[in-house]
């Protein structure tokens, strides 16, 4: 007998989905979870055993220590294995499984009826050409290659084209300021970078061009082995539609037009200014791809080489460079993507996140394509040109599998049903959201309106650092509460500990901890095995620390209640409170700054920033503005502070540490403060309390 949907607060899928999962009852989960511990090697060797090895591993399958006390930390895989994962992505596709026809990506632009197709095969010689382009260039195996694009299919190329020839790309979201770029560029010592003229977010017009030549300059200071810029042309081609004499109903093609026919030499400046151009350094990418061979040797790379550097926010203020390694990384994203959505040959499947982020290289690129998936690779803003853009996506791709954030499911909402109901999501099977904690209330509107209480929701957790899901539900199989991760993904091992180090059983409530690698986990921190080992090895010997506090209910399901480190996650992306500090206290007027975490209705949380002058200074609008500017440059957008509070004096413990805790609660003007015997003058936390920033920037 089928059960109702909801039952008891547990919902559940259709026997519709029931009926072809992968993994289709809770039990057949339980099962197929106790053999993938117990046993992990023949469990994943299953998997390994789908894609294509040039030469099986050596060693032991896997190989690790996680024990700090015991030596370095080490995690291994199939060690001396050899394989190459685009060659698994595409060739294993096009040649063995004969999906060369099939869609590999359909493209969607900024502008709705802005839009292309490509099929595996095409992909695949694409990927041959550039990745003959890069060795032309003199990028070898090993080598690092700098990405900072927006979301275009050349951006996929050129990260398969690295993996192809055993380069590591480090993409950095087109969203980073200059000074972010340059940063990640020298951290790894990348030899070339590869962005694009200039693109639309909106209506908001990016030159990504001049903000990397500005990161290069910075570079150059400091003596960067970087030596080329390739750049793709993506604004241009639509200027040379419109030159053709093709107008579109997009408006800035439409402005674009409107500008042929006013003034005909000066359209394309004023449409986007030219590209600034440095002959000795920048190449245009169709320039090189025209006479590149659509045939290229892959470069057959070690299980455990490395695959991509990736930065994440660090608590020190320092982005730290998570890298992935080629064989566990490819098992992993392809055994995820393939449970958690369920994933079924004639899907059509949606991941909105950036490929600028974890979601985007693990669930855009490397797990769909190692399924032989079909996705939408979306350039645009879930809210441009109107607020029914995603849906009408959906409806216009017929999309079944649709993973977004809870921060634009939360944005979303705001307007109501109206815009959701007015196209079909009939096709919709399963809903995800990743990045933070999703509260019950928008996870009630995701299922009731959105998934027309058809589809169940996926609320996967996981990190950059861990490659893939970790905690999720299958949605055929686990029944679902609302704002819970719910159970461990295969090979999985989640601990609960508590602030002595003690396993805590049964429901409780402490730091959430991994006990064994599972194959998609990082391997170190790009040049900084130390800060790896430091960092999530450290505190609990014996465990990967994840840094997230969690609660384990009666019935054993995982909530995860947020960071327990100086961390902050904005619209899903994580941040460090320390790096907005530095920021904040390179301006001439500041002394000191702490910046708190504070509760935002779309976003999730947001900065509260309080801020010491130096003598003689005056707060003042003026100065906040430049405040703000100021962390947009150093980092980006997403690090603007929301509110900026003047602190003559900050709280301190007698030794001088900042108490965020007591910033916490004067920035939600909760007065319930705790013990506050160890701060050191307590007269400032009247006087922050009595002077709170009430409004938002
Ligand atoms: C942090 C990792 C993983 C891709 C996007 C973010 C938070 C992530 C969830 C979730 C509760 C979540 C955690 C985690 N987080 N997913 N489903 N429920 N919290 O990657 O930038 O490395 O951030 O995001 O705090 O530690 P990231």
């Not at 080489?305 to 660090?314: A, P």
Request: glycine share 6%; proline share 6%; charged share 25%.
């Amino acid at each position: 007998m089928e059960l109702p949907a909801e039952c008891d607060g547990l919902f559940r899928a259709p026997q519709s989905l029931v009926l072809e999962a992968h993994v289709p009852s809770l039990a057949a989960y339980r099962e197929r979870y106790r053999r993938s511990v117990e046993e992990p090697h023949e469990f994943w060797d299953d998997v390994a055993k789908e894609f294509y090895w040039r030469s099986q591993h050596s060693g032991p399958f896997l190989k690790y220590n996680f024990d700090v006390t015991k030596g370095k930390i080490f995690i291994e895989w199939m060690k001396g294995a050899t394989t190459n994962i685009c060659y698994n992505l595409l060739d294993r596709n096009v040649n063995e499984k004969k999906l060369g026809d099939k869609i590999a990506f359909y493209w969607e632009g900024n502008e709705p009826g802005d839009s292309m197709k490509i099929s595996y095969s095409e992909l695949l010689h694409k990927v041959c050409q550039f990745a003959n382009v890069l060795r032309e260039q003199g990028i070898k195996k090993g080598d690092r290659v700098s990405i900072y694009m927006p979301m275009i299919i050349e951006l996929v190329v050129a990260m398969l084209a690295c993996a192809r020839i055993g380069a590591l790309h480090s993409i950095v979201f087109a969203g980073f300021s200059a000074d972010s770029l340059c940063e990640r560029i020298l951290d790894s010592n990348c030899s070339l970078l590869i962005t694009a003229d200039a693109f639309y977010r909106g209506d908001k017009l990016i030159n990504l061009k001049q903000i990397a030549d500005e990161a290069l300059q910075k570079c150059k200071d400091k003596d960067s082995p970087l030596k080329n810029c390739i750049v793709v042309k993506h604004l241009g081609r639509e200027e040379e539609l419109v030159s053709d004499g093709i107008c579109s109903k997009s408006p800035p093609l439409k402005r674009l037009c409107q500008d042929v026919q006013e003034k005909e030499t000066e359209s394309s400046k004023r449409f986007h200014p030219k590209t600034p151009w440095n002959s000795h350094v920048d190449l245009w990418w169709h320039e090189l791809m025209k006479n590149a061979s659509k045939e290229c040797e892959p470069e057959w790379c070690d299980a455990e080489d490395e695959l991509f550097i990736l930065y994440t926010s660090g608590s020190t203020g320092k982005p730290k460079g998570v890298v992935h390694t080629v064989g566990g990384y490819m098992i992993f994203t392809a055994a995820t993507f393939k449970y958690v959505f369920d994933h079924h040959p004639e899907d059509i499947y949606w991941c909105t996140a950036d490929i600028g982020w974890i979601t985007g290289h693990s669930y855009l690129t490397y797990g769909p394509l190692a399924n032989g998936a079909t996705s939408v690779l979306f350039e645009g803003l879930p809210i441009y040109p109107d607020v029914s853009r995603m849906w009408s996506i959906i409806d216009k791709y017929q999309v079944t599998k649709f993973y977004t954030a809870p921060t634009a499911i939360r944005l979303l909402m705001k307007y109501g049903d109206e815009p959701v109901k007015k196209y079909s999501r009939k096709s919709l099977k399963v809903l995800g959201t990743v990045g933070e904690p999703i509260n019950p209330e928008a996870w009630l509107w995701y299922y009731r309106v959105v998934g027309e209480e058809r589809c169940p929701i996926v609320d996967t957790f996981w990190q950059t650092e861990t490659g893939g899901h970790v905690l999720t539900p299958l949605p055929a199989a686990t029944p679902m509460k609302p704002g819970s991760a719910t159970f461990p993904f295969f090979g999985v091992v989640p601990a609960i500990l508590d602030e002595s180090g003690e396993e805590l059983e049964g429901e409780a409530e402490g730091y959430l901890v991994f006990k064994q690698p599972w194959p998609g986990i990082m391997r170190t921190v790009y040049r900084n095995h130390q800060r790896f080992e430091t960092t999530y090895f450290k505190k609990f010997p014996g465990y990967y620390v994840t840094g997230d506090g969690c609660k384990r209910d009666k019935d054993g399901y995982y909530w995860i209640t947020g960071r327990i480190d100086d961390m902050l996650n904005v619209s899903g992306h994580l941040l460090s409170t320390a790096e907005v500090e530095s920021a904040l206290v390179e301006h001439s007027s500041i002394s000191e700054a702490a910046v708190v975490s504070h509760p935002h209705p779309v976003k999730g949380e947001c900065l509260y920033c309080f801020v010491t002058l130096r003598d003689g200074q005056k707060f003042t609008t003026a100065l906040m503005d430049e405040l703000r500017k100021q962390v947009r440059e150093k980092i980006g957008p997403i690090a603007t502070p929301d509110y900026i509070q003047h602190a003559p004096g900050l709280p301190k413990t007698r030794s001088g540490k900042i108490m965020r805790r007591v910033l916490r609660k004067i920035a939600k003007n909760d007065r319930d403060l705790g013990d506050t015997s160890t701060v050191a003058d307590p007269a400032v936390i009247n006087h922050l309390f009595s002077n709170r920033c009430e409004t938002v920037l």
